[in-house]
C-alpha cells in the first residue's frame, strides 16, 4: 500500500481512538501529579513521525513450544550440550542457560571446550565456561552485530514466547526457574558499568480498570515472587500519568542495549583468552573436524538443520528505530481499543542508539525483509499516541 492511502485510511481507522483520548483529555490528562511519583520520571515528549526513521530491522525469535534445549548427549566421541530455543527470552535467560550448560561440562575431563554461536545464549555460555576455568573457542557464522541478540528490544523478560504452558514438565520448570534466578541476579551486577544494562520505568497504559489488572498471572506461574513484573507496579489513575488512557501500570523494568551489552561480552570473552572463528556448520559430522572434545550448542535457530530439530519455529520480530532523544527516560506500552473488537498496539523503547518503536510476533515467517506495512501501522499508531499525550510544564 502506498504511504499516503495508508496514512490516510489509518487516520481514519485510528480516529476512534483519538477521539476517546481527546475525551479523554479534558479529565484524565487535565493534570499531572507528579508529587505521587515514587521515582521522579520525565515525560519528554516523543517525536514520531515518518521522517525520523533512522532504520527498520528484522530478527527471528527461535521459538519452540517445549520451551528451550539445554541437555547434553553424544556426537561420536564428542559430546554436545545443546543451549538453545530461547524464544523471546535469550536476552534474559543466557547467562542462567549458559551457566547450566557450563555446570554440565565440568562433569567431563576436559577444560577445553567448543561453543557454537556468538549471540546473547552463545557468549554468555562461554563466560560462564571460562569463569570455571575453560579455555574456549566460539565457532560461528555470524558475530555481532550481525546476530538475532543484536535485532532484539531488549528487556528482562524471562516468559517472552518462551514455551507453549501445555508443553511444560516439572524438569523443564526447574531448569527454567534455576536460569532465570542466575540470570536476573547476574544482568543486576552489570547495571551502571558500561555493558548498556539499566533500570528504566515500563509503562502499562490502558484503558482497564485496576481491579480487572490486581493479580493478574503474567506468567503461568513460572515466575518466583521476586521476578514477577506485578511485584514493584503501581498503578496510577486518571490526572496522574500524562497517557490518553485511563491508567498507567509504572513497573521498574531490567533493560538491555543490546549493540553496548553484546560488544562487552566479546571484549571479555577475548580478554579472558577466548578465540572466535568464523565457520558455518552444515551437518553434525561437521563439528567431528573442531579439536574440542566438548561443544555447547547455542546456535538458536541454526539448530533446526543443523540439529535437525523440527519443533524450532522462527517468531520473527520488527523493530524501527527513530533518531535518538537522550532525554525520553521512560518506556511505554499501549493496546488502544478502536472499537468494534479492533485493537491498534503502541510500544516505545528509549536507547542510546535510537527510539525504538513497534514490534511484532510472526509466527513462521523465515523472511528478514521489513513489512512496509508493518513499519507503517506501528509508526501511525505511536505518532496518534504521543500526539494525545499530555506533557506536564
Ligand atoms: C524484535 C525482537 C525483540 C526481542 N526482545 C527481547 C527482549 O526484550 N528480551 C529478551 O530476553 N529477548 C528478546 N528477544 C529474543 C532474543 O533476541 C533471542 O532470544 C536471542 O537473540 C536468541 O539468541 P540465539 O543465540 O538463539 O540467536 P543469535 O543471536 O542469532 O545467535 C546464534 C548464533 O549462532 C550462529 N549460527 C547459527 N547457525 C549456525 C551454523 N549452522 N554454523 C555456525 N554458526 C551458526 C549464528 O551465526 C549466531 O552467531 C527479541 C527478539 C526480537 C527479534
Known sequence: ?????????????????????????????????SSRNRHPVHFAPVHVSFDRILRTTVGLRPHRDSGFVLKAEPLGE?????????????????????????????????????????????????????RRGFAVTIYAKTVPPETTSNMSLAAFTPTSGLVDASRRTPAWDKQFRKATDISYRQLQQLVGRGYGVYWIDQFTATDEPPDALADRPDDGGLLSDILRSSREREILGPGEHPFPTMFAIRTPTLSIEPRLYLDRLVADFRKAGGRIVIRTFDAPQDLLSVPESLIVNCTGLGSATLFNDPELVPVKGQLSLLVPQPEVRYRVSARLDEGEGMTTSVSMNPRSDGIVIGDLQERGSWSLDPSDDVRDRNIVAAMQFFNAMRIAD
Open 1 to 33: 500500500m502506498r504511504r499516503r492511502t495508508f496514512l490516510t485510511t489509518s487516520a481514519l481507522a485510528l480516529c476512534g481512538a483519538s477521539l476517546r483520548a481527546a475525551a479523554m483529555e479534558s479529565s484524565a490528562l487535565r493534570t499531572f501529579d
Open 78 to 130: 564428542k559430546t554436545v550440550i545443546h543451549n538453545y530455543g530461547h524464544g523471546g527470552a535469550g536476552m534474559s535467560l543466557a547467562w542462567g542457560t549458559g551457566a547450566i550448560a557450563a555446570d554440565m561440562a565440568l562433569k567431563h575431563k576436559t577444560r577445553r571446550a567448543a561453543v557454537l554461536g556468538c549471540g546473547s545464549p552463545g557468549l554468555t555460555a562461554a563466560r560462564q565456561l571460562q
